[in-house]
């Protein structure tokens, strides 16, 4: 369906198409249930976690959440990068249009400036997020693994630091480091389990230093899959180093201060690790073998180790 663009009360809105349209309109009346709904259908992990959130700030979570999740698919549904410059755009304007008071009428902007009022969310790390992922469109491919843990820490890490703000825990550097390490462990994660999808898509995640050592050539991973040459063995060295990311955060609560254990207060921010620690765990016992059909497949198990990890106060 054509892209064309919209608008939307005073605002230019980013390009959409008449069903996004006639959906983002419904959505202005409703904008925390239309945030809520987009977290269901595209973030299911971060949708068990939200009922553990206290009922004052569950607005604000899906908010952030929703605004995660929309950037983040901006590379998949834009034709080509100067479409997707023109959504993030939009979406640093919204940033700058909250100090005036005068949010663009886009559900997830009327959510996100709701949650801004309310938490006093900073918003240098919302933008941080946007020139992430604009830079992402430029440059999808990482070279070395530095390179794509800074994109993770700027993504992930950054969104987990705003969660924090909610608690009014952010200004602990204990916490953000904490989840820095969770955030970085949080996207290597998920770009393994999506391996598949972006190989279908011709694109190469794992970055070029660890394919180059493995002799791995991307061509035959986009053609062969798991069959390429020593695709298992790239994918076992970035699995590798995401535990190592959730293992430095874990160890982050071992000191005396905490006992082993996560603050209650914040607890629901580090459950975002026991997705994280699942999935690495179910990629090992395929034998590290990323297009496996059932990695692709919603574990049963998951909605009771999120509720475990709540009350044993771990992830």
């Not at 983002?24 to 992990?45: F, H, M, N, S």
């Not at 605004?67 to 698919?73: G, P, R």
């Not at 430029?138 to 993770?152: E, G, R």
């Not at 393994?192 to 035959?220: C, Y």
């Amino acid at each position: 369906m054509t892209l064309t663009l919209r608008y939307i009360g005073n605002f230019r809105c980013l390009p959409l198409s008449r069903r996004c349209l006639s959906t983002v309109e419904a959505g202005i009346e409703r904008p925390d249930q239309y945030c809520a709904d987009l977290v269901r259908k595209k973030d299911y992990e971060s949708f068990l976690v939200s009922p553990f959130y206290p009922t004052e700030l569950r607005p604000a979570y899906f908010a952030l959440k929703a605004f995660s999740v929309e950037l983040a698919t901006v590379q998949d549904n834009v034709s080509n990068p100067m479409i997707g410059q023109m959504r993030m755009q939009f979406w640093r304007d919204a940033i700058k249009s909250f100090s005036d008071g005068s949010p663009p009428r886009h559900p997830i902007a009327l959510a996100l400036y709701d949650a801004c009022q309310r938490a006093h969310l900073p918003a240098y790390h919302l933008k941080r997020i946007i020139d992430a992922r604009e830079a992402e469109l430029y440059t999808s491919v990482h070279l070395t693994t530095d390179s794509l843990t800074a994109h993770a820490e700027a993504t992930s890490s950054t969104l987990l630091y705003l969660l924090l703000s909610l608690f009014s825990a952010s200004s602990s550097s204990t916490l953000s480091h904490a989840a820095s390490h969770l955030g970085i462990s949080q996207t290597l994660a998920t770009l393994l389990r999506a391996l598949p999808f972006h190989a279908a898509n011709s694109r190469m995640i794992i970055p070029a230093e660890i394919t180059a050592k493995h002799g791995v050539v991307q061509e035959d991973v986009f053609r062969k899959g798991g069959d390429a040459r020593g695709i298992e063995d790239a994918v076992f060295e970035l699995a590798t180093l995401a535990n190592d990311h959730l293992q430095t955060a874990r160890g982050v609560f071992k000191d005396n201060e905490f006992e082993g254990k996560v603050p209650r207060a914040v607890m629901p921010v580090f459950m975002a690790g026991t997705p994280v620690a699942n999935i690495l765990g179910r990629l090992e016992m395929a034998n590290f073998n990323a297009f496996e059909p059932r990695l692709q497949v919603k574990d049963w198990k998951l909605p009771w180790r999120v509720w475990k990890s709540y009350f044993v106060r771990m992830f």
